[in-house]
């Protein structure tokens, strides 16, 4: 009897820990970027723009929300209007790219855990400035030892940088605007 116990006990403890709140659910994986991608705010198909990419997964969703730009991606999770069940977020992990051309259609990071690079003189979709990600922070130190700029963690990267003009003025503007080149595709 006391073995039926303490097995019955063991199931429900095992059961117990198989239940988990949002934020123990694993993040789901990257999907790898097809010639199908299309920009959220662009509209146009994300292989046509340079630079580094971003992919946004909601939850309860199997397939990503695209960007033409790290920055847009960055500018999605910003944006009041935009949802909120975000359950992961992938840039371009620049230091394994091929070129800045050619970003990499499988070398996704976690963009909270990449190191960025701003202000730099290289321009993402559009022609706007970029967030331009690395998962290592020599990587990133290299790169703006080269096009210039600062290196920021997700979390500080300046509203106005990615919702504004690029620069560090205090006003971000309300939406990324592809035509103008605020925010890119």
């Known amino acids: 009897m006391r073995g039926r116990m303490v097995l019955a006990l063991a199931v429900v403890l ?10 123990d659910v694993a993040m789901p994986a990257a999907f790898a970027l097809t010639d199908d991608a299309m ?32 920055r847009d991606a960055v500018a999605f999770t910003m944006l009041p209007d935009e949802p909120k069940n975000v359950a992961a977020i992938y840039v371009s992990d620049m230091g394994a790219a091929p070129s800045w051309e050619q970003p990499g259609a499988e070398n996704w990071i976690d963009a909270r855990a990449a190191f960025y690079v701003i202000g730099s003189s290289r321009l993402g979709g559009m022609g706007a400035a970029e967030t ?11 790169f703006a030892e080269r096009h210039g700029g600062e290196i920021v963690r997700f979390a500080d990267i300046p509203a106005n940088y990615v919702l504004g003009d690029g620069s560090d003025g205090e006003e971000p503007a309300s939406m990324p605007d592809a035509h103008s080149g605020h925010a890119g595709g």
């Not at 095992?14 to 934020?23: V, W």
């Not at 992919?55 to 960007?67: A, G, S």
């Not at 331009?132 to 290299?142: G, I, K, L």
Request: aromatic share 8%; net charge negative.
């Open 14 to 23: 095992a059961l117990a820990g198989g239940c988990s709140n949002e934020e």
């Open 39 to 70: 920009g959220r705010y662009c509209g146009m198909n994300v292989l046509e723009h340079d630079g580094p990419k971003g992919q946004v997964i909601l939850t309860r969703m199997n397939e990503p929300i695209w960007f033409s730009s790290a």
């Open 132 to 142: 331009v990600p690395f998962s290592s922070e020599s990587a990133a130190r290299d």
